[in-house]
């Protein structure tokens, strides 16, 4: 079993922590870098080369939005997992739209972070369970 090179992007310590405690004891997922704004994650992305990206979108320098632009677009580009507590239609769809594979709520990163990661890493897109159908983006 390949190991999944996480890089944990919010810009609250606290988070940052709460969310490496998660996957601690998850034997295929390693934590290689943790970034408080959206500038330094899009700075470590390019640095650390990881293989999913968990970002938060209110940061401060850059959203993570654009930060999530900003790496979907580089080279080798990672699998990006969005965790958020924002429970909003319009994010989860400028998210998707700007390449994200996964969208988490805070709330229920304990269960859902672990198989977003590993689904994003897959190339698949997860979407935490609370979030509404209606939300989703329409082909």
Do not use: W
Not at 93 to 118: F, H, S
């Amino acid at each position: 079993m390949s190991v999944i090179r996480v890089l944990i992007a919010d810009d609250h310590a606290l988070v940052r922590e709460s969310v490496k405690a998660i996957l601690a004891n998850e034997s295929d997922i390693e934590i290689v870098a943790t970034a408080g704004d959206g500038q330094e994650v899009v700075e470590l992305f390019k640095s650390h080369h990881p293989d999913v990206v968990v970002m938060d979108i209110s940061m401060p320098k850059m959203d993570g939005i654009h930060a999530t632009e900003l790496i979907a677009q580089q080279e080798g580009s990672a699998g990006i997992v969005i965790l958020s507590m924002h429970v909003n239609g319009a994010l989860v769809q400028q998210a998707l739209r700007m390449g994200a594979r996964g969208y988490v709520l805070k709330r229920q990163a304990t269960d859902e972070l672990p198989k977003a990661i590993r689904a994003a890493h897959q190339g698949l897109t997860f979407l935490s369970s609370a979030i509404p159908p209606t939300f989703l983006p329409h082909c």
